[in-house]
Nanobody, 115 residues
Framework: QVQLVESGGGLVQPGGSLRLSCAAS????????MGWYRQTPGKQRDLVAT???????NYADSVKGRFTLSRDDAKNTVYLQMNSLKPEDTAVYYC?????????WGQGTQVTVSS
């Protein structure tokens, strides 16, 4: 089992920044892909960004140029730096940890972009 602890969500004004963190613990898989998805009420959970163990990064088109994903393997942690936030970025953000056999999800952290 893998446990994911998320932090960094909150309320921010349009144009502002937030940084999300997700720390993994437990049965760490060396080649896991980590990242973030987001979900709004009544809609499916959508990709924000993922990073592979080889540091290949995949961003949703809607966040390219504004969000930056990184990982620290020594800390088993992934970071999502979110800049130039827009109201449409408002959602619950979920940390993801993917192995060949199991997908793990964090509990979710709310990000609200509003003036």
């Amino acid at each position: 089992q893998v446990q994911l602890v998320e932090s960094g969500g909150g309320l921010v004004q349009p144009g502002g920044s937030l940084r999300l963190s997700c720390a993994a613990s437990g049965s760490i898989f060396r080649f896991a892909t980590m990242g973030w998805y987001r979900q709004t009420p009544g809609k499916q959970r959508d990709l924000v960004a993922t990073i592979s163990s080889r540091y290949n990064i995949n961003y949703a088109d809607s966040v390219k140029g504004r969000f930056t994903l990184s990982r620290d393997d020594a800390k088993n942690t992934v970071y999502l730096q979110m800049n130039s936030l827009k109201p449409e970025d408002t959602a619950v953000y979920y940390c993801a940890y993917f192995t060949p056999t199991t997908n793990y999800w964090g509990q979710g952290t709310q990000v609200t972009v509003s003036s």
